[in-house]
């Protein structure tokens, strides 16, 4: 009877408040950490509409988290009661506030069934199509609780130590501990390690938690981990079960090659990326297990090549932005609320998704107006006390108006004018103002002596950094004298310095790749992930620096085991593989169109799968012939030039030998 | 060591909280009935910071409903630890969050004893004197329980019925029942009635409770009644306890006189309206217990001659405000949304309470604002589809723009220029669109031949009704001419339909006190209050109609006992005779000044205080002799257009006989 139910709420507050509950679980020893930033909830009061036709008489049951009523053609009616519906057009109304969490409605019925076809109004004059997704379709569900899975786990070693018993897990997992049968006369205290290092220093350890003497069972919340230090118990006083929790994501893109290394590699940064996709795209698991903008962008671009799960990043968008009135720019960074802005266009690229655009475009607005609202009479925005003007960890000269956020700020208008156009609510202005605040970039910070953009014009420095630059030739600010340049000058100019976190190599090897440095881009791969892999890690970490030994390799923020070592962008490598190795890319939203255009950038032989929005390319390049099969119409193979239209199932062969000619 | 400590939280966010609480408490048989406006909610992560000077060392320790750290001179703390302040300046911040209720925070200290010195901030950029009242002196307080007082009840009467026990508790109250030692075979069914009807038509009762067979104790959320009938057990079968619920409030204000009916309706008028005085100032205590801006404000004015609880007008403010964005009028209501307006003006003139102005007037001057980027190209605000334009319950023409609400408008635009002018922040867009809606006004709904305001004019029908007329005399939009002429044509004209609400009877006795004719007023007050004591009523009720008998007495909106007995607007004479019979009225902010201006109304005696901010008048009235005093400075008491200055505990007496000469 219930087929076709699944919970509803009203749209994006299922995201809001779990995004609420994220940000208040940050640990730190023995407090917490709530985010610095306004915290958005749902709206506590609710109510969702249908006219429901009956071609038959059917029972509907209104379950609901909360309290209310169901309106049925006029009349009041109890929840959780069944009710008939005779033959005929009902007008349906339920009604449901909960003031401790997010109030959802699931409609047992027929035609009457709760889904997307109901609307959703928070008492203002707006109806929206209802709020769902697909991991709550029992009435035995809860929403407000996040449907993780999990999976017991066992150590692969239990080393008795002086003062406890020390836990390897062998790998980085996340995971809630749970002792049972306890028998300890005292309390039973854990500590928690990323690094062996970490688990062991109790005095420093970041995650810690503590049995209380006496308990008969204790479960601890979800951390993250490798080794568990428990302090205080023998073996046999307890039985220690991890549940790793995790949400299931099917892998669709894949990645082999002619080198191990990289492939051990992608599949690591494949391990790093799924710890971090949780409710959100997180930064790290460990510390903070916050969203932010600027990280959650790359993990939409390196999600787009292997679960191109649309959900999470739907989900992570409307969680960033919260709710009006804005308070601050998102994470309180400049960049980040330009980011996030992008980030509705390109996700709109990948998937054609029209429903998400005019759910958000509003929201985006007004995030656009907020910008706006900030801007010089020479139309930049600048960070005002209290803002971050992030970029990157740099010697960026951050003085007045940077031009880092002037280009972000321009795509961001641009990405608002595309995407209000898309659903009939375009705006010109935003379009005009994006062409003004091109040619005042150009004007401002093209440096014509140093052939270079410069980071700032305020304190006369006229400093140049790689940052600006990366972006002018990843969105096209430079024309291609000055691509030239940029390149001579900046990129290749080892007296720049160099870009030292993995964020931001993310821009300037994707450059690279735009530029054809492929081959560079292979080895910066090998040097940097692969000397990560070569320490022994088992994801991808927030930070790396060859240069740095021993405990200091953990260290960052001034606290000893700082770093987070599984951090989301550490797995940049699987979009750079997949987007220009395997060379696949839309050409037209939702690849509708897309592009293959494989290379080997200094690699034997490539092979592996990329994820075109509902279908599936296979790409196989050796340096003699290329095959590429796409499930998908729309493909369109490039080699060395030449085009070859790809035809849906039907493998197209080339020999890479003859094509070159 | 806690002295001067209070919990402190956002500013605004304890009423926010609560009233969200309220407004999901409804109960209608066996359903809920959450309010239908938007409902807001606290910020869920807040912090607090203060430089604190200690001249001597202390220990200070932070307590907090919530999670989070305290940052002392940089370096992070946990809560719940004594922190020792050493002598000198300290930087303290503390950070708590709260998924499901009120962060609040309470500091055990001297100098760093949380109070309104603390600052609060919900991450925007602006840092606000914390929220705090007197509920919550000690550290083991919960602000998110609302802090009411409990005491015993016993019941006037138990009778043993066909099917259970009938419990009469002589007058409506409103109390907890508490079960206890239930030894009952199947379940106990309760069954509350304001009226004995109510509570014996056990089909029809509105609030109804069960207690589970099987319980040992059982405990009801508290609701109004004066009559509980138990089903399903004897009497031996359990132990039941009434716990009246209640905010204490002291009575300041008071009256008796010759007319002992007027004496009583004075006392039942207190009881009801501190039935309705508790969060907030609800309508009625059994159905709905919402806060309704309307009644409010007229709860506002009975207040300030009663208790004077500036406390309980200022939780009332800023709960029916909410928070931005604004999403509908206030309770949906076009003229709620001016009441509430209007009453920050009036609360002002009360109090002289800049502090409390300061706070609300961005919220104040977005209300208004909302309200302006609703009106036509006259400068008129018009109810769209959606919109409730209510004024009354009466045949009023509410084609376009009515005339009663432009008033509204117009009044609610010079307090916000008041208002922020009063902060410094006046914006003369206010005044000059004040001045420019009473022009119109004039022009649009002045009608010479009828010697009135009409409704409305679109329609075309210049209708007449007494509401724009009584609005017209009490804020002064009629010239002495026209005056004469409402007087004439609409107040004394039985042609126009009678007032038949006594929620809007308020503002029509106040007209006719204004224009001197308190014979009239005293004698309403005798039929119409009088008459609701003659039929046994123990409170005052939401609506009275002397030709309405039997059962149709309780019943309104459909429902055989839809009507409330104990609504707040049902208060009024305690207002009426304190500004009228009494005669005291500030003529400066806060009562700074005063007037003095007693009048029999027919009365053959009169007595009674009035609060004054801070002191009171005392008033004491007969045919011959007038005796006044205050205890605080700035009193003039006025006698047949003769004024005599009041001087601070002097009494002043007159010889009424000779003060006529």
Same mark, same amino acid.
């Not at 009939?424 to 705006?427: H, K, T």
């Not at 000058?489 to 007296?495: I, K, T």
């Not at 200091?552 to 260290?555: A, L, M, P, S």
């Given at each position: 009877m219930n087929k076709g139910s699944v919970w509803i709420w009203y749209p994006g507050d299922f995201e809001i408040y779990h995004h609420l509950l994220l940000n208040i679980r940050r640990e730190e020893r023995n407090y917490q950490w709530p985010a610095f930033w306004r915290l958005d909830d749902c709206y506590h009061n609710v109510r969702f509409r249908k006219q429901v036709h009956c071609d038959t008489p059917e029972e509907m049951t209104v379950y609901a988290h909360g309290v209310g009523h169901v309106w049925v053609d006029g009349k009041k009616q109890a929840l959780r009661k069944p009710i008939i519906l005779s033959t005929g057009i009902h007008n349906i109304e339920i009604c449901v506030a909960r003031t401790d969490g997010l109030p959802c409605v699931y409609v047992d019925g027929v035609q009457s069934a709760s889904n997307s076809s109901w609307e959703a109004n928070e008492y203002s004059f707006e109806w929206l199509p209802a709020g769902c997704n697909e991991l709550y379709p029992n009435k035995e569900d809860d929403p407000n609780i996040f449907s993780f899975q999990y999976a017991e786990m066992l150590p692969v070693s239990i080393e008795k130590r002086q003062e406890g018993l020390l836990y390897d897990y062998g790998k980085e997992t996340f995971a809630a501990l749970l002792f049972e049968n306890i028998q300890a006369p005292k309390d039973i205290r854990i500590f928690y390690g990323e690094s062996l290092e970490e688990a062991l220093d109790t005095e420093h350890s970041i995650l810690i938690d503590a049995v209380p003497a006496g308990s008969d069972k204790y479960r601890c919340s979800s951390r993250a981990f490798r080794y568990v230090f428990v302090k205080g118990a023998e073996i046999e006083q307890f039985e220690l079960t991890a549940l790793y929790e995790y949400l299931p994501l099917y892998k669709k893109g894949s990645f082999t090659c002619s080198n191990d290394e990289v492939n051990r590699i992608w599949d690591m940064a494949e391990y790093t990326l799924h710890l971090n996709s949780r409710e959100f795209f997180l930064d790290g698991i460990k510390r903070d297990r916050w969203v932010w903008s600027g990280d959650a962008y790359q993990s939409y671009f390196i999600n787009n090549y292997l679960y191109f799960d649309t959900d999470i990043t739907k989900r992570t968008i409307i969680a960033l932005r919260g $709710? #009006?009135?804005? *308070? $601050?720019?998102? +994470?309180?960074i400049l960049d980040y609320s330009f980011y996030w802005i992008m980030s509705i266009h390109d996700y709109y690229q990948a998937t054609k998704d029209l429903d998400f655009v005019s759910f958000i475009y509003p929201r985006m607005k007004s995030m656009m107006d907020y910008c706006i609202s900030l801007t010089d009479e020479d139309g930049f925005i600048r960070g005002r006390e209290g803002d971050w003007v992030f970029i990157d960890w740099a010697e960026i000269d951050k003085t007045g108006a940077v031009c880092a956020e002037q280009i972000l700020f321009a795509e961001s208008l641009k990405a608002t004018w595309i995407c209000g156009d898309l659903i009939? *609510?375009? =705006?010109t202005c935003y379009l005009e103002r994006y062409n003004q605040l091109k040619e005042q970039i150009a004007k401002f910070y093209w440096d014509e002596d140093k052939g270079a953009y410069i980071d700032s014009f305020e304190s006369g420095k006229r400093n140049i950094t790689r940052h600006a630059n990366i972006f002018a030739l990843l969105w096209d600010y430079a024309d291609p004298k000055q691509r030239e340049s940029i390149i001579m +000058?900046?990129?290749? +100019? #080892? *007296?720049v310095p160099k870009i030292s976190t993995p964020y931001f190599k993310f821009y300037e090897l994707e450059a690279m790749c735009k530029i054809g440095r492929l081959e560079d881009v292979t080895k910066q791969i090998q040097d940097y992930w692969g000397g990560m892999l070569q320490l022994g890690a088992t994801t991808f970490w927030e930070e790396y620096n060859p240069a740095v030994t021993g405990l #200091?390799?953990? =260290?960052m923020y001034g606290d000893r085991y700082g770093k987070s070592l599984c951090h989301a962008w550490g797995a940049s490598p699987i979009y750079l593989l997949g987007r220009y190795y395997l060379g696949v890319n839309q050409t037209a939203a939702g690849y509708d169109a897309f592009i293959v255009e494989p290379q080997l950038g200094g690699l034997e032989w490539i092979k592996g799968t990329v994820p075109v929005n509902g279908g599936t390319v296979s790409v196989e390049l050796t340096q003699e012939a290329l095959e590429v099969l796409a499930d998908k119409p729309g493909g369109m193979v490039r080699v060395n030039g030449r085009e070859y239209p790809l035809q849906k199932d039907i493998p197209l062969r080339l020999n890479m030998k003859s094509s070159t000619t």
């Open positions: $709710k #009006d009135p804005i *308070a $601050k720019h998102i +994470n309180t009939g *609510a375009g =705006e +000058n900046v990129l290749s +100019n #080892d *007296a #200091d390799r953990y =260290e």
